[in-house]
């Protein structure tokens, strides 16, 4: 099977492209507690105001503001939950604990520590502003306002907001199911004996691993030889049972390279090839509704494409407002040395310095078989194609991937 020849896309055509070909998948109602990481499908409107009362923020005394008679008699107490309906009028005050829903009368509260409470009365012993110490009812959150919009991650905070608010329920995007199979004769299960020749699968637990950090919901499909019919079987599988395939390996020029025939055969390769390093070979296809990914065979090659190509789509799909991973402008602490024909991204540590700036430092030999150069890595740093060096000072752009690092 002889693959046809595709233009070298442009990194950034190469990405519209693909997101050109997604759209969101279907929604689903689930409980708030069980939402961690879900997208929000619908807009949220408040039902209730926050505070739902009149509360107090502070331990004192609930009094009348326009009051000016500097002793009071204690009528009642109310704590948190414990409201109490005896009303405030001149000359009288409740004794009123954080979060207690003011009596009815009173406009403002006046803090324990500017009092002096003598058997059933209290002294006040400076004047009290209207609706000090007091968040009026609604002044959070006024009732019917949008208080999430769709395409929202569900955070801590969106969860606690939603618990505050009564919504049990949410309507989210569906995850995506990503089938991931690597493919390679010389590929072996990491818990196997490694014959000479062979290399264990690195890049399914990789793979699987960027999926779920990017919403999806993997499942294995293996490890497939080079075999035509093996490799058929296999990809048919994984688009029944998945909305997105990612193969590894197989995809470059060689003989026993079967994934962008295949999928000429399956569906439509609308990406052949693109010009990045590492992941020229990178592979997109839709088959139907689904959409398929033949990533590189190559560690880094495959994670880094998983990162620049599939993850966008992967959160495209739940629905997310936000695509895209920060570029930043960083400063290189070192030279860089760039390739002739390709935008290059490499792997690099970003760190940001108390003068304000984000520097980089690569992570080492950027080969496209060592991890290594991938593990601690917080971005990827974008090196023009051309000759010779960027020199140390030189100023470029980074995605980053990962947790800015301080100095
Ligand atoms: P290929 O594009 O299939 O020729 O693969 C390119 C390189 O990546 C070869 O050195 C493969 O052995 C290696 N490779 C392919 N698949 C994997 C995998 N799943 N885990 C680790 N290395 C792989
Ligand atoms: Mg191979």
């Known amino acids: 099977m002889a693959a046809k020849t595709y233009p070298l896309l442009p990194v950034e055509e190469a990405a ?15 409980r708030a507690s069980e939402a961690y990481g879900r997208v929000l499908a619908r807009e949220l409107r408040a039902p209730i105001p926050m505070p739902p009362f009149d509360a107090s923020t502070v331990d004192g005394y609930a009094v009348l503001s326009t009051d000016s008679s500097p002793r009071r008699q204690v009528l009642a107490v109310i704590t948190a939950g414990r409201p109490v309906a005896t009303p405030v009028a001149a000359g009288t005050a409740v004794r009123i604990m954080t979060g207690g829903p003011l009596p009815p009368g009173a406009d403002a509260v006046i803090m324990q520590e500017y009092t002096r409470q003598e058997d059933s009365t209290v002294v006040l012993q400076r004047a009290v502003r209207a609706g000090e110490n007091v968040n009026p009812r609604g002044a959070d959150i006024a009732e019917g306002q949008v208080v999430l919009t769709p395409g929202t991650p569900l955070g801590p905070a969106e969860l606690g907001l939603l618990a505050s608010l009564g919504v049990t329920e949410v309507e989210v995007y569906r995850r995506p199911r990503v089938a991931v199979l690597s493919t390679g004769d010389e590929i072996v299960e990491a818990d196997q004996e490694v014959p000479y020749g062979a ?37 048919r599988q994984g688009l029944e049972q998945a909305d997105v395939l990612l193969t590894s390996g197989g995809v470059s020029v060689g003989t026993r390279d079967l994934i962008k025939p295949l999928l000429e055969e399956l569906g439509t390769v609308y990406i052949g090839q693109v010009a ?17 990914f033949g990533l590189p065979g190559n560690p880094v090659s495959s994670l880094v494409s998983f990162e620049v190509f599939v993850r966008p789509a992967l959160r495209k799909l739940q629905g997310h407002a936000r695509l895209h991973r920060p570029t930043v402008e960083v400063v290189l602490e070192h030279d860089v040395r760039k390739t ?21 430092r690569t992570t080492g030999s950027q080969a496209s078989s060592r991890l290594l150069s991938m593990v601690g890595a917080n971005a990827l740093l974008h090196v023009p194609p051309g000759q010779g060096v960027l020199p140390a000072g030189t100023r470029t752009r980074a995605l980053l991937v990962g947790e800015l690092l301080t100095a």
């Open 340 to 360: 002739p024909d390709r935008t290059e991204y490499q792997r690099a540590i970003v760190t940001y310095h108390p003068d304000g700036t984000l520097r980089a």
């Open 16 to 30: 519209a492209l693909i997101l050109q070909h997604t759209a969101p998948l279907g929604t689903e109602r689930v």
């Open 199 to 235: 290399i264990r699968d690195s890049n399914r637990p990789s793979l699987m691993a960027a999926v779920r950090e990017a919403g999806g919901e993997p499942l294995s499909l293996g490890i497939a030889r080079d075999d035509e019919d093996v490799q058929r079987r296999l990809i």
């Open 276 to 292: 990045l390093k590492p992941g020229k070979p990178l592979t997109f296809a839709r088959v139907g509704e689904r959409l398929a």
